[in-house]
Structures are given as structure tokens and as C-alpha cells.
């Protein structure tokens, strides 16, 4: 038989958000927990997370945040072991780390490209097999991973950013193609534009003035897209959807 606390942990749901940065991850964070998910959310330092988690917590949610490399195997695999022992059964899980950086071919190192494959690509690979592990004998879940213009196509200065994305992009394939007839949701969205950041805002004012003309994603408009992923009915799943402005040449 369950005792008491089993039982209260089979009724809760989290969602974990590798790479909760400021903005997209942040966002997404808050929209589960609005619905009552609890949010466990990464970064490389725990402090930058604290306003996330103080946010939701005024809101009314449950958040925890947890400092980890998502480069990591071993630091993956306790993170997952954690929130599955300690917190809630994981129902959503997403991958979120950027790593977008911008080289001249003849400048990328072989650090600089295996860091930016590490972080954007290793990194999703280590989160989807080990949320996949805890969901499929429960025979539900989402797992989404965030994707990029470069991961359709590659340009100049961009080589190692636009190769870690499509590696990415080619994982999420493989394991929808695998999970969903086991009633696991793999989803790769496509963020196709600029983002309202900080970073956008110091160092694309041209495009940032576009915001009021909803020339630019918004963050919590991300987070309701993938909201909505989650809610699909297994009948009419998505597995790749691209997110842009209105604007945007495509």
C-alpha cells in the first residue's frame, strides 16, 4: 500500500526547464505553475535564479531551483533522481539552453565548437533519456526542445551554433519517432526571430523598436505556445511548429 506521502506525490505534476534563463525559460516556468506544475527550473548558479523562483512563489506556485551543468551526465541523472524522489513525478520537461554564439569560421576552436555542441545539443540529449527512463512506465509526458532558425539552416559566422542545433533538431526526431507510440510527446518548436530580451535591447535597439508593433517575440507568448503543445490531444500531436513575428522574412 502507498502511505500518505506517496499518495500526495502521485497528485502533483512538475515540469522541468533546463536553462531557465531570464526571459523564454522563465516565462515557460510561470505559465506551468499557473496551472499548478510544480516549476523546477535550472541554471549554471542558483542565485540567478531566485527572482524566478520568488515570482512564482508570489503567484501562488511551488518552484524550486537547482544549480546544475546540464553538460553532465552525473549531474543530470541526480537532478532527475531528486525531483522524482523528493518533489513530483516529472510530466513535462523542457530544453532550453541557447549557446548561440557567432565566429568566423577560421576563428571557431575546437573548445569553442565542442562547448557549443555540449551545451546545445549533449546537454538535450542527457535531459530527454533520462525524463524519457521516468515517463515511459507511466506511459505519459512532454518533452519539448527548443529550437532555433539554426536549426533549419546555417549561415556565415555561425557554424558552430547552427551545427549543435541541427544535431538537436535530429534527436528530438529520433525519439518522437520512437516515444509517441508509447504516449510520450516529443516536441521541437522553432523560435524563428528576434526574442524581447535584455540582450536584444542593449545590442539591437533597431530591432527592439519594433516591439510595439509586435515585431519581436514575446517571451509569455512562447510559454502559451508551449502550453499548448502540452495540451494537444495524442490524435493530433505536434512535433515541429515554427514560432515567428509577424514580420519576419521567412
Known amino acids: ?13 512538475a515540469i522541468l526547464v533546463i536553462g531557465a534563463g531570464d526571459a523564454t525559460g522563465g516565462a515557460i516556468a510561470r505559465r506551468f505553475a499557473r496551472e499548478g506544475y ?3 527550473v535550472t541554471r549554471r548558479t542558483e542565485e540567478k535564479l531566485q527572482p524566478l523562483l520568488a515570482d512564482i512563489r508570489a503567484s501562488g506556485g511551488e518552484a524550486h531551483g537547482f544549480a546544475s551543468d546540464a553538460r553532465k551526465e552525473d ?3 541526480a537532478l532527475i533522481e531528486k525531483i522524482e524522489r523528493d518533489i513530483a513525478p516529472i510530466e513535462v520537461a523542457v530544453f532550453n539552453i541557447g549557446a548561440n554564439v557567432r565566429f568566423s569560421i577560421l576563428d571557431t576552436t575546437s573548445r569553442v565548437y565542442q562547448k557549443v555542441w555540449e551545451m546545445a545539443c549533449f546537454g538535450g540529449f542527457l535531459m530527454g533519456r533520462e525524463t524519457a527512463k521516468v515517463m515511459l512506465p507511466r506511459g505519459r509526458g512532454t518533452i519539448i526542445f527548443t529550437g532555433a532558425t539554426a536549426s533549419l539552416r546555417g549561415r556565415e559566422g555561425f557554424a558552430a551554433f547552427a551545427g549543435a542545433k541541427h544535431a538537436l533538431r535530429a534527436l528530438a526526431q529520433s525519439m518522437a519517432r520512437e516515444l509517441w507510440p508509447q504516449g510520450i510527446h ?4 522553432i523560435i524563428d526571430g528576434a526574442i524581447d530580451t535584455e ?15 509586435h515585431g519581436i517575440l514575446s517571451p509569455d507568448s512562447i510559454a502559451e505556445a508551449y502550453w499548448q503543445i502540452h495540451m494537444q490531444p495524442r490524435d493530433a500531436w505536434t512535433h ?8 519576419e522574412t521567412w
Do not use: G
Open 1 to 13: 500500500m502507498q502511505n500518505s506521502k506517496e499518495t500526495a506525490m502521485n497528485d502533483k505534476k
Open 38 to 40: 510544480i516549476a523546477c
Open 75 to 77: 549531474e543530470t541523472i
Open 186 to 189: 516529443v516536441a521541437h518548436p
Open 199 to 213: 540582450f536584444i535591447r542593449s545590442n539591437f535597439p533597431e530591432r527592439y523598436r519594433v516591439k510595439d508593433q
Open 240 to 247: 515541429e511548429t515554427e514560432l515567428r513575428p509577424w514580420l
